[in-house]
């Protein structure tokens, strides 16, 4: 019979015996274990809640079905889900889509770590490093075949992690007006960190915008801007990965994975419209234009499937938009450009402004419309106007639209949030009442 953790919620004394235990058998680089509380600054008088985590070898792994590069699979015998740490990337989306904050990068060997519920020691009936060393028996080692979805203190994922919990009547939590919010408003994601994702993004737009003006303009064919950018395009996602050399096995995991579909179908968009614009014909540019579109979905689709908040399926910063509203711009088609960009002001008004985050959005917001209202008139002028020098306002319309895109694709990365747990516990960390 397979087994998982138990967890009693009122006997953790946060003595970090397990993650030391953890640490010692297994030597991982970066925390396999981790002790999550919600005074950590210790504040006399108020309540203490402890949570030990790592990974907890869901039946339906998110983790698993993420990776493009398929380096995840599940030991039939234990459930353990293990890592083959020769096939990662290092990538992160598995982090991205972990509820549990399980997988960790290395950012030294640049792949993957996570817990494999010390899977040797339970072949020789020995259960895990880290049960076997807790003083309070807080933490546990439960044989039961098939695990319990969990509520009222972990995220309710449908992925059946094997961890039970005791005590969650008395786990605190963040109530909102669609019910519990357990996973709080912070991000564990960084836009400074990941901004190499957020420049291939931009460009990913961008190509698709001057596909669409190089077939719809007779002015403009391509020419080699296209084919650069395009080089340039495939490049960026390389470098943001840990193990670039391992780029290839990105591919390897079609079927589950959203980023492993994306790769396929960029790949696909980029050698399509190269040749498009080389032998022209109108089936073939076509067939690439459909493609194109295909591929703006799934880009979103990448944060989409991590984050199903009704915000981020429908940001103004979505390469969706993006890339519609630059094919616009590039191709001079000026009342798409015009309902697009009036279309992301209003979308933008329906995120969740509460808080110091919110009203940094709002500035964002404004400085956006500012850049983009500008840009219109700036191109609007120098085709409307003989007084303006020939193409100085109009350079200057399409750089000013260009930057508001900019600021509006760093802004989604902002609002994106991906589930995670020690999310949560940041978010609502007790502060002493002032009186």
Known sequence: MKGGFRYEIDKCVSCLACVAACKLINGGSVPWRQVLTDNRKGYPGLPVHNLSLACNHCEDPACLNACPAAAYSIDPATGAVLLSEER????????????????????????IEKCHFCVERQENNIEPACTSACP??????????????????????????????????????KETGSGVDLIGMGSKISPWREWTLILFTYLTSGLFGLFFAAISSISFNGGIIYPVLTMVTL????????????????????????????????LIFAALSNISLLYGGAVLFSIS??????????????????????????????????????????????????????????????????????????????????????GILFIMSNSLSSIV?????FVSGVALIMAAQALNRIGFYFDFKPPGVTVMYHEKSNQPAVS
Not at 94 to 109: E, G, I, M
Not at 244 to 264: D, F, G, M, Q
């Open 289 to 374: 234009f459909a493609v194109g579109l295909v591929l703006l979905v799934l880009v979103d689709n990448v944060y989409t499937s991590v984050d199903s908040r009704i915000d981020i399926k429908f940001h103004p910063g979505t390469v969706f938009l993006t890339g519609l509203l630059m094919a616009s711009l590039f191709s001079g088609e000026y009342m798409p450009l015009i309902f697009i960009s009036s279309l992301q002001v209003l979308l933008a008004l329906r995120i969740n402004f509460s808080g110091a985050t919110g009203r940094k959005r709002y500035f964002t917001l404004a400085i956006f419309t500012l850049l983009m209202a500008s």
């Open 389 to 393: 020098p020939s193409g100085v306002s």
């Open 136 to 173: 309070t028996g807080a933490l546990s080692f439960d044989k039961f075949e098939s695990p319990e979805e969990q509520g009222g203190h972990l995220p309710v994922t449908g992925i059946k992690p094997r961890i039970r919990l005791n005590g969650s009547d008395r786990w605190p939590v």
């Open 88 to 111: 990662c990337i290092g990538c992160n989306y598995c982090f991205w889509s972990c509820p549990f904050d399980a997988p960790q990068l290395n950012r030294r060997s640049g792949t």
């Open 235 to 266: 490049l960026i996602p390389v470098v943001h990965l840990g193990k670039p050399s391992r780029a290839w096995r990105a591919l390897t995991n079609i079927s589950k994975s959203e980023l492993s579909r994306e790769i396929v179908v960029l």
